[in-house]
């Protein structure tokens, strides 16, 4: 199930920060960018949430390597960072809208 949801929330992070980044392609290309590099991270982020899933399975089905608990805490690290960066681009480009909708620019 959790592959189901890594794919859910990595796709409609990367395109909820497209589509607010097409918002501002016209009026700030270097917000555009940004949101085109913020899109690309969620999707990296789900790659690396699906080796965590795979390191932590092999974890609780014996297999004691050391190197998994490892690959799983620093592939989860990343992917919360990536995520958040996501979040706030979000939050972000939404204020600017409403900011700028109210101004009427």
């Known amino acids: 199930i959790d592959f189901l949801f890594l794919i859910a ?3 409609f992070l990367a395109l909820a920060s497209m589509q607010l980044a097409l918002k501002f392609s016209e009026r700030w290309i270097w917000w555009f960018r940004i949101g085109v590099a ?3 991270l969620q999707l990296t982020a789900a790659i690396l949430d699906g080796i965590e899933n795979i390191a932590l399975f092999n974890l609780l089905t014996g297999n004691q390597q050391l ?3 490892g690959l799983a805490f620093y592939c989860a690290s990343v992917k919360f960072f990536f995520v958040f960066v996501g979040i706030v681009f979000i939050v972000l480009s939404l204020a600017m809208k409403a900011v700028f909708a109210r101004k009427g620019v």
């Open 9 to 11: 929330y990595s796709v």
């Open 38 to 40: 913020v899109a690309w």
């Open 67 to 69: 190197f998994l608990s």
